[in-house]
Every structure is written in C-alpha cells, then in structure tokens.
C-alpha cells in the first residue's frame, strides 16, 4: 500500500482534532475591586498543572474545549480576578456552579464547590479556584449544547459575579 492513500486520512484526522479546542485569547485579569469570573474546559488536565507550575508573569495557553463526544473528559476551572482584600491584605471567595442540559434544565451544581483564599496579588492576576471540575457526558446524554453557570461570591466585600461555558455535544462526527 502507498503512503499517499493514507495521507488524505491523516489530515482529516488531524483537522477533526483541531476542531475538539481552541486557543482563544484570555481577556486582562480585573484589577482588584472589579470582581470577575472565567470558566475556562480543556479535553485534558495539563493546564492545570501548567497553571500552577508557570509563574504569572508567563501565562498559560488554554486549549478550550468547545465540542465534545461521548465519554470524552472534560476539565473545567473557574478563573477568578478583581478580587477585595481584608484590612489585612487577604483574599477569600467561593464559586457556585450548576449545568443545563440541551432543553436548559438543570441536571446538576453544587453550592459552594470551588473556594479561593490566600494573600492578595499585588498586580491583576487570575486565581484558580480548587477544586477543578471533570465531567464526562455518556452516549445515553442528548445531543447538543450543555451550559456550565457559575457564581462567585467575593466574601470580602459581598460582590458576586457570574459566567457562562457552553459545549456542544456531539455524538457522531468528531
């Protein structure tokens, strides 16, 4: 067999890869007071320990999930900035989150899942909130798209915010 009758395969394959995730741009951190949320998937957990092995100042590429088939892991996080120290210069905050399914019903969330304490960062930074959050969708879950809503409670100065993830669901064709 030659090579070549392979070759149209190969980038069909590689193109239906690229297709799964996306490097998008992240958005400038909030400066402190201005409260944000960022719900961030990936098909794999290595950002995460890239995120925590990377010094701030570096950044770290996120391959956002925006589709996914069955039984393929998804691994959410919730970036939070702008958060209000106390008087003594510490942070603390808890995140909130529940997912719709593709009729827009929720199908399950957990109060106060996710928290963040620690000392301030000095410069706008993003703080992964911990725990991350996996989640597999199975061949007996409907097709389309599934929504991740999240809250985060600044429990400093009261303030809450809110974002919203959507992946598409797709049980043939990936």
Known sequence: MSLFRFIPFIITLFLSNISLAEVTPMPSPKPEG????????????????????????????????????????IVSSFLVSGVTPDKDGYYSFSVSFYILDPNNKPIFG??????????????????????????VLEDTDPAGTYSIVAQVVDLVSGKITDDTYNIEFIKNGL
């Open 34 to 73: 201005e409260l944000d949320l960022i719900i961030v998937a990936s098909g794999t957990p290595e950002y995460i320990s890239q995120w925590l092995n990377t010094p701030a100042s570096h950044g770290v590429t996120i391959k956002r999930l925006k589709k996914a088939k069955p039984n393929q892991l």
């Open 110 to 135: 957990k109060r106060d899942y996710a928290k963040g304490k620690g000392t301030a960062p000095v410069n706008p930074s993003f703080i992964m909130a911990d725990p991350a959050m996996d989640i």
